[in-house]
């Protein structure tokens, strides 16, 4: 199945500071979906995006499809960012491989 | 207000017992689907729901069963035969789109 990798594992930052996450997938994906989960427990889909840019307020994605990869770009952060950040990605449509996420800390 | 729920919140279970977690989607989405995560991983596909009575095993059905009886219902039973079934279950559900959204899960503790 597909293998995918997500860097940095651990993640600290100061409240202000931008940062950029990264998803690297075994195999080639045609879903491929961002979610933030709280420190509550709660995934929140953040993007779904195969292919391109997409952006939602301070936060960004880029899939490079044809190179495997994904990046979520944080800008500004704040302390409510904090969590554990997750990628997720599959060949069909419903079945997703989920990264074990990179956990952003952002300190005041 | 629209959304899925999941119940109960937390969960204790003695050991050889079954149990069954509920998720309810009011979103009229026609995939529905069950994950595990445990500590510091990764969410793992149990089982998965394209439509009302049909559903597909994910990477780790062993121990698990489903039913799809209702478009916005799948309870998950976690039954004996599951070896280390202490874990957060998380409930989703997704559109034709296929952007997955979740519930606020359940948290099972086998004593």
């Known amino acids: 199945g597909i293998q995918v990798e997500q860097s940095p594992p651990d993640l600290i930052l100061q409240e202000g500071a931008n940062s950029t996450l990264r998803c690297n997938f075994s195999d080639s994906v045609n879903n491929l979906q961002w979610f933030h989960q709280n420190p509550w427990g709660q995934l929140i889909n953040l993007f779904y995006?195969?292919?391109g840019t997409k952006q939602n307020g301070r936060l960004s994605a880029t899939t490079v499809a044809t190179e495997r990869y994904s990046l979520l770009y944080i800008s500004s952060s704040q302390t409510t960012d904090s969590g554990v950040y997750f990628c997720?990605?599959?060949?069909?449509?419903?079945?997703?491989?989920f990264g074990k996420g990179t956990k952003l800390s952002v300190i005041p | 207000d629209g959304g899925i729920t999941q119940s109960p919140k937390y969960l204790f279970r003695k050991e050889g017992q079954n149990v069954t977690l509920s998720c309810e989607q009011n979103l009229n989405h026609d995939a529905m689907y069950w994950y595990r995560q445990d500590p510091g991983q990764g969410l793992r596909l149990i089982y998965y729901s394209q439509i009302v009575n049909d559903f597909q095993k994910g990477d780790i059905a062993e121990g698990y069963s489903v039913s799809r009886e209702k478009k916005e219902s799948f309870p998950l039973t976690v039954t004996s035969a599951q070896k280390n079934p202490t874990a957060f279950y998380l409930c989703?559900?997704?559109?034709?789109?296929?952007?997955?959204?979740f519930g606020p899960g359940t948290r099972l503790t086998v004593l």
């Open positions: 995006i195969p292919s």
């Open positions: 989703a559900s997704s559109p034709d789109t296929f952007r997955q959204f």
């Open positions: 997720a990605g599959g060949a069909g449509s419903y079945q997703l491989t």
